[in-house]
């Protein structure tokens, strides 16, 4: 029952580890795109001198897709493994991610202007970034959510599957595992049988 559970348990957190793998995956085509964008938009024009490299947002989307990918990749190595202390590690990384976009949301919905908290951006991206999120907030709201949802379930499953442990169960292929245990056990019995044979042996003689 246990290695039926613990099993269910690490499919279960590598399947959920995936949908953030997934975002991590967009996130970084999505810079890439506005990377390549943002190339392609100054590259002869009068304004290549005065922009020396792109804006702040592209390489902050870049390190949180790569940010994803890496917690993907530790989630699947501990999900295999159950090891505690990649467990632990792996939780840390998805809590630390959960912070970061707590205060993000804070920040927007608390802060009025928080628009100006962030530098400006020359190519004007941001704006477009923003346009698109307003014209589809529901869809954007629910992709949201699933993310978040997937990474509080990730930490719970993770909880559960370092409680459990790892499989300690331990699998033979052959009897043969089993004679260093039962080595001492036998010559136990050979000198138990040898000292009760040699008196029985001495009094024979004797008579």
């Keep these: 029952m246990g290695w039926w559970l613990r099993s269910c348990l690490q499919s279960v957190l590598k399947l959920v580890n995936s949908v953030m793998g997934l975002a991590g995956m967009g996130v970084i085509l999505y810079s890439l795109w506005m990377l390549r964008s943002?190339?392609?938009h100054f590259?002869?024009?009068s304004f290549a001198g005065a922009v020396s490299s792109p804006p702040w947002?592209?390489?902050a989307f870049l390190g949180l897709g790569i940010y994803l990918c890496l917690i993907t990749c530790s989630g699947?190595?501990?999900a295999e493994t159950a090891n505690g202390q990649c467990l632990s590690c792996y939780m840390a990384f998805v809590f630390l991610l959960v912070m970061m976009e707590a205060a993000l949301i804070a920040d927007i919905f608390l802060n009025r202007e928080?628009?100006?908290d962030f530098p400006e951006d020359p190519t004007g991206k941001f704006d477009e970034l923003k346009n698109f999120v307003r014209s589809n907030f529901e869809m954007c709201k629910w992709i949201g959510l699933l993310v978040v949802a997937a990474q509080a379930f990730s930490i719970f499953t993770a909880m559960v599957l370092r409680a459990l442990g790892p499989d300690s169960s331990i699998d033979y292929d052959s009897d043969d595992d089993f004679v260093p245990a039962r080595l001492p056990l036998l010559r136990n019995e050979v000198?138990?049988?040898y000292q009760t044979a040699a008196p029985s042996l001495s009094l024979k003689?004797?008579?």
Excluded: P, R
Aim: charged share 25%; proline share 0%.
């Design 205 to 207: 003689i004797d008579s």
């Design 76 to 78: 699947h190595i501990a």
């Design 38 to 40: 943002w190339y392609k």
């Design 43 to 45: 590259d002869g024009s």
């Design 191 to 193: 000198q138990q049988t």
């Design 114 to 116: 928080w628009e100006e």
């Design 57 to 59: 947002f592209i390489y």
